[in-house]
């Protein structure tokens, strides 16, 4: 159920009233037309080029016009989806595996326990509290989704149906708390101060703004903030107790444009430590001296990333430079400069992606062919052994108590679970049993490798029954992402799960893009290479048809956000290779993204390119999909979905592809868009549960009928 974009819900019943909803795309044709969308003359010069574009109306998101667009477009979709029984399937198992209970990590409160949770059947998670189990320093206690516990902030306070709460920090004496309210799916959040002696919120709150962070500082005279301006740049300031808030003292960033991430840590009474990150490849460190706020550089201006772990008063960095696949070096904050840093853990064979320093052992993950292992060393560097980690898994550990960790571990086939490590014995005991009620067994998780356009060889997941013979005759679904330094190691996705019940062969391609492999596998992925990253999805598709997986008139391919781009930019250069296309929150207009100012990241120019740039626009204008889309094109099955909380992707792209694939087609399958008024790039979406399954299961239903994959109540 979609509620209008007059930002009320409706009921499924009333919304579309005396329409057929049986399901058409199983009937396998003969869809009704989309609804009309007025075109109005446009032309744009860039660069020379010019450019027609009739749906530039269409990115005024508040006009009535557009709002009438989106209405029709809804209901069009639901008329499309139907009420098939694959729906009812999709709703009631998308239920069952999405709608389980949700326990952040605890955070000491004085004599309590403050964690975020959501109960099975609610539709947002509260802030609660425990009093703290007795001997809790020595590691964690179990926390029971189903036990009663105090209420601190209930999302209902907050007025909106869409609110989702997160805890930031507790002040060092336990009685106060900095959280944060995210209405929908936008990334912009309200932080507020509670007294939890009172349980009132104080005086204090950071207005609606991209706010990066807040914390308390170590002496508790006041708080740190850091709130990034789509304009002006990222401020780190300080805001002390008992002062008026525009006294707030301008701690870093002066200079520091939009294009940049900043985010700040106190390492001590005396000492913040400043990160700054350009885009994806490069970044910088500085100290900042509390009081006087003098900035020294630890490293500025290098072609490498930087990434810190401060941890009793050393500091350790993982960085790429001279090392493309990363290595641990440590810094001495009183001889900071580059030339003084020494060398912990030299670069390996694999991806070092992740650190944490465990009862005065370091603990290392890697990434060997996308998928975790953990090693150990002595903080001097020398080896320590390894922690066990399952084929094509995903891993992550951190500190439990002396001698104990928390070791997560998650596949396609497996959903999250968390184990209590002895880090002496290697025994471990399941701390958080999966909450999923999917069972791997009876499926098959492998790895095979595909080669690309230019020859280079790289590895795709692929999950199916047991049994299963390649013949061609099978639905696929090819996922992918490809950028932002960004690793697509094995997670649990509701989707695939569901996928793979209903006899499907569910895949995740290994692009370049990523940080797979370390630099330079990032590096051959953006800007002037980004290209690459379609040739690569593309050969993996051809793959699974060559190899019989599948065929083009079952091959469905879906990604979000920038996997929204892959997909988008796919099916506008190979309409051929697919029947259905799920393209969610995507990019899809790529030379004019620098304009987006008002609902944009604006960092993601130095991963994809600069349109004002003309070295870069002509980059962008051989892929952009938008400008790509040409009359008379038989062109998949497409699935847009959007919302007007996106403030990351800006939303007008989906409202103009869906209006000009749904005039260009030849097909005569059918272009829909589903978009919701609170949705967005956070928060899982940002909706509430009941909403989220819905949104899922009309996505699922999509893929389903038009590949021709039945639920299993209903296969014949």
């Given at each position: 159920m979609m509620p209008s974009s007059s930002h009320s819900p409706k009921p499924r019943s009333l919304l579309f009233a005396g329409l057929p909803l049986l399901c058409l795309a199983a009937c396998g044709g003969n869809y009704p037309?989309?609804?009309?969308?007025?075109?109005?003359?446009?032309?744009?010069?860039?660069?020379?080029?010019e450019f027609e574009d009739p749906y530039r109306w269409l990115e005024d998101g508040d006009s009535p016009e557009t709002r009438a667009f989106i209405d029709r477009q809804n209901a069009y979709a639901e008329l499309i989806v139907g009420e098939p029984p694959e729906r009812e399937w999709a709703r009631r198992r998308l239920g069952e595996l999405i709608d389980t209970p949700s326990v952040g990590n605890p955070s000491k409160a004085g004599d309590y326990e403050l964690f975020t949770l959501r109960r099975a059947g609610e539709e947002l998670a509260s802030i609660v509290r425990r009093p703290a189990p007795e001997g809790a320093e020595a590691g964690p206690s179990k926390i029971d989704p189903a036990g009663e516990y105090e209420a601190v902030i209930d999302p209902v306070e907050t007025g909106s149906e869409y609110a989702h709460l997160g805890i930031l920090g507790v002040s060092s004496d336990g009685g106060q708390m900095l959280y944060n309210v995210r209405i929908g799916g936008e990334d912009e959040t309200t932080i507020r101060l509670r007294d939890l002696e009172q349980n009132v919120d104080l005086d204090f709150e950071l207005p609606r703004a991209l706010n990066d962070q807040a914390f308390f500082a170590k002496d508790g005279s006041g708080i740190y903030y850091t709130v990034r301006d789509r304009h002006e740049g990222s401020r780190v300031r300080f805001h002390r107790f008992g002062t008026d808030r525009a006294d707030d003292v301008l701690v870093f960033g002066e200079g520091i444009g939009p294009r940049a991430f900043v985010r700040a840590e106190q390492l001590d009474d005396a000492k913040l430590l400043v990160g700054v990150q350009h885009g994806w490849a490069r970044s910088d460190v500085y100290l900042v001296e509390i009081g006087t706020w003098n900035v020294t550089p630890i490293v500025e201006g290098m072609e490498a990333r930087f990434n810190t772990h401060h941890h009793d008063g050393r500091l350790f960095v993982r960085t790429n430079l001279d090392a493309p696949l990363n290595r641990l070096v440590e810094v001495d904050l009183e001889r900071p400069e580059v030339a003084d840093w020494r060398e912990v853990v030299p670069e390996a064979e694999d991806v070092l992606h992740g650190m944490s320093?465990?009862?005065?052992?370091?603990?290392?993950?890697?990434?060997?062919?996308?998928?975790?292992?953990?090693?150990?060393?002595?903080?001097?560097?020398?080896?320590?052994?390894?922690?066990?980690?399952?084929?094509?898994?995903?891993?992550?550990?951190?500190?439990?108590?002396?001698?104990?960790?928390?070791?997560?571990?998650?596949?396609?086939?497996?959903?999250?679970?968390?184990?209590?490590?002895?880090?002496?014995?290697?025994?471990?005991?399941?701390?958080?049993?999966?909450?999923?009620?999917?069972?791997?067994?009876?499926?098959?998780?492998?790895?095979?490798?595909?080669?690309?356009?230019?020859?280079?060889?790289?590895?795709?997941?692929?999950?199916?029954?047991?049994?299963?013979?390649?013949?061609?005759?099978?639905?696929?679904?090819?996922?992918?992402?490809?950028?932002?330094?960004?690793?697509?190691?094995?997670?649990?996705?509701?989707?695939?799960?569901?996928?793979?019940?209903?006899?499907?062969?569910?895949?995740?391609?290994?692009?370049?893009?990523?940080?797979?492999?370390?630099?330079?596998?990032?590096?051959?992925?953006?800007?002037?290479?980004?290209?690459?990253?379609?040739?690569?999805?593309?050969?993996?598709?051809?793959?699974?048809?060559?190899?019989?997986?599948?065929?083009?008139?079952?091959?469905?391919?879906?990604?979000?956000?920038?996997?929204?781009?892959?997909?988008?930019?796919?099916?506008?250069?190979?309409?051929?290779?697919?029947?259905?296309?799920l393209c969610g929150f995507p990019e899809l207009d790529l030379i004019r993204f620098y304009t987006f100012t008002e609902a944009n990241n604006m960092p993601a120019l130095l991963e994809y390119g600069d349109g004002e740039i003309p070295d870069q626009f002509e980059s962008l204008r051989g892929f952009s999909p938008y400008q790509a889309i040409r009359d008379g094109v038989a062109y998949p099955a497409v699935m847009l979905t959007q919302g007007d909380r996106d403030t990351r992707v800006p939303p007008l792209q989906a409202r103009k592809v869906a209006a000009r694939l749904q005039a260009t087609t030849s097909s005569g399958l059918p272009v829909i868009m589903r978009y919701h008024p609170y949705a967005g790039h956070a928060a899982s979406r940002g909706l509430p549960m009941s909403e989220r399954i819905e949104f899922v299961a009309a996505e699922a239903t999509f893929l389903l009928t038009q590949t021709g994959l039945g639920a299993p109540e209903t296969e014949s």
């Open positions: 037309p989309p609804p009309e969308t007025e075109q109005i003359p446009f032309t744009e010069t860039l660069h020379g080029v320093v465990i009862d005065g052992k370091l603990y290392l993950t890697y990434l060997h062919h996308v998928a975790s292992r953990i090693r150990v060393f002595e903080l001097d560097g020398t080896p320590a052994g390894e922690v066990e980690v399952p084929e094509h898994h995903n891993a992550s550990i951190r500190g439990a108590g002396e001698g104990k960790a928390l070791l997560s571990l998650v596949s396609y086939l497996q959903p999250p679970v968390t184990y209590l490590l002895d880090l002496e014995t290697g025994e471990r005991e399941v701390f958080r049993e999966p909450q999923a009620p999917f069972d791997g067994a009876g499926y098959v998780l492998k790895q095979v490798r595909y080669t690309s356009k230019d020859g280079t060889s790289a590895p795709m997941y692929i999950a199916h029954r047991e049994g299963f013979e390649p013949d061609g005759t099978t639905p696929a679904l090819l996922n992918g992402y490809g950028g932002f330094n960004v690793s697509l190691t094995p997670r649990f996705n509701p989707l695939a799960a569901l996928w793979l019940e209903a006899g499907g062969v569910y895949a995740v391609a290994t692009l370049r893009g990523g940080s797979e492999y370390g630099e330079e596998w990032h590096q051959a992925g953006m800007l002037h290479n980004k290209q690459t990253v379609f040739d690569d999805f593309i050969s993996a598709g051809e793959w699974l048809i060559a190899e019989g997986y599948s065929d083009p008139d079952r091959l469905a391919i879906h990604g979000a956000s920038n996997g929204g781009l892959l997909v988008g930019a796919s099916l506008t250069q190979r309409p051929d290779l697919y029947r259905a296309v």
